[in-house]
C-alpha cells in the first residue's frame, strides 16, 4: 500500500509473475479513514515503526 502527500492511496496488487501493480488509487486522511479505489472503507487502528494495522469494512 502507497499513501502519497496528496491524498491518495495506492494498493499494490499481485501482478504478472507476482510482481506488483498499482491498483485503484483511493483516499485516506489525516484522521486515519481510507477509502479503497475499488470500494469499501477503512480505519487505521494502530500505528508501530515496523506495522500498520487497518480494518477493513
Request: charged share 30%; no cysteine; net charge negative.
Amino acid at each position: 500500500m502507497e499513501f502519497r502527500a496528496d491524498g491518495t492511496l495506492v494498493e499494490l496488487l499481485i501482478g504478472r509473475g507476482d510482481a506488483p501493480e498499482p491498483g485503484p488509487a483511493g483516499r485516506w486522511d489525516a484522521a486515519g479513514r481510507l477509502v479503497r479505489g475499488s470500494g469499501g472503507t477503512g480505519r487505521v487502528v494502530s500505528v508501530t515503526p515496523d506495522r500498520l494495522d487497518i480494518a477493513w469494512e
